[in-house]
């Protein structure tokens, strides 16, 4: 590794430099390795930017420049992603009012299914080795962390009376004759709740020791929010439990997207039950809008957020798996806000993919693998109630287990 690297503005000190030099520049100064730099990281505000695309070899890349060491600005390319500099820009929304990936330049270029600021970082390692024989880099570890969505935390079981009567009338409307008598079974007689799988969970983490975090959802009953109330005892010595055994997190309503006394609230709602102050998010839905809802939890000294992925969309939505920090380009200022990004989940698998489990597992499985081969960081996002036996989910049970096995102590 390069020791003892100094920076410098003064033209006249660079070129009379005789060692190894590196210049980030709209020109070369003359001997040193050059990346020719794009306006775009000497602006403030947001800009409308003509990108042009090309090729590193077989990888693609955009901010394309020409007289450089390499052929694309890789400072600015990456600065667009990780920044979510298109978020910002005039763009269409979809049906829950958050950014519509199809707006996306990486889907709109066929760049989304892999992480390319990892692509590219290690071709320019390579290629910065291949001038700088004696330049060596430390290589970041794979980190495997499941995610789970606590959304609904009992199908039946600690809802209103009037949830429970008018679901049974559904039921009957419906002919879900053994979905009727489960509801009667678990709400009138005790029968456990088939969402109720966190003993489960447990289980599975202690056999396999890996890290694993739980998102709850802490909000009044809403057209989009369908959990248990937040006042049941039962519920709350449930999440105080997971609490003493695993990492938890704030599932963030529906309508807490751009509402920062709506956040505050259900921070301390969850801080009430675990005695212990929250420090992770997630937004519920993945409803996020940048900057509004990352100002808002980067206010409340919120440190980790996992909202960085699309819900329909398997891939990575800022083009890459590794954690960084939310730069807020309202104020040009860095935050201490760390956004993890999230690529998958088993909602999106079933539902917009509309695979079955093996194939499902398939998928999840080459996704991670996909990460892992650059040492990457992969959160893939489950429910709850993928361990219940209700029929459907039932057969969907070992592809949680199949992951964490398969990752586990990778």
Known sequence: MLKDVKFTTKVEEFIAYNGPKFSYTTQALGGEFHIRAHPILFQQGIKHHEIDFGFWDDIP??????????????FAAAFYLLSRYEEYLPHQLDEHERYNYKNSLLIQHNMFNKPVLEIWVEKFKKTLQERFDDLTFENRKFHFEPLINVSMARLYQGKSFLRFLFGGID????????????????????????????????????????????????????????????????????IKL????????????????????????????????????VKKVRAHFNRIKIPATYQIYNDLELKKDYSMGYNHKI????????????????????TH?????????????????????????????????????????FYPVFHNFILSDLKEWQKWKPLYIETIKHFHNA
């Open 61 to 74: 890349v955009f901010f394309k420049v020409m007289h450089s060491d390499i052929p694309f600005d890789i």
């Open 242 to 277: 997971l609490a003493d055994y695993t990492d938890t997190g704030l599932l963030t309503s529906y309508y807490a997207v751009d509402n920062e006394d709506v956040v505050e609230k259900e921070i301390k709602v969850l801080e009430n039950i675990i005695h212990k102050p």
């Open 315 to 334: 891939g990575f939505r800022a083009g890459t798996s590794v954690p960084f920090n939310f730069y807020d380009i309202e104020n040009e200022t860095e």
């Open 337 to 377: 806000l760390l956004l993890h990004p999230t690529v998958i989940s088993d909602v999106m698998l079933k539902y917009q993919y509309r695979l079955k489990p093996d194939k499902a597992l398939k998928i999840l499985l080459e996704e991670g693998e996909i990460i892992k081969k650059y040492n990457g960081h």
């Open 171 to 238: 039921d009957l409307l419906h002919f879900k004759l053994k979905n009727f008598v489960m509801r009667n079974r678990v709400y009138l007689f005790g029968k456990k709740d088939p969402y109720d799988t966190f003993d489960d969970l447990l289980i599975i983490k202690k056999k396999y020791k890996h890290p694993l975090t739980f998102f709850h959802l802490l909000t009044t009953y809403s057209l989009f929010d369908h959990n248990v109330s937040m006042n049941k005892h039962d519920y709350q010595t449930q």
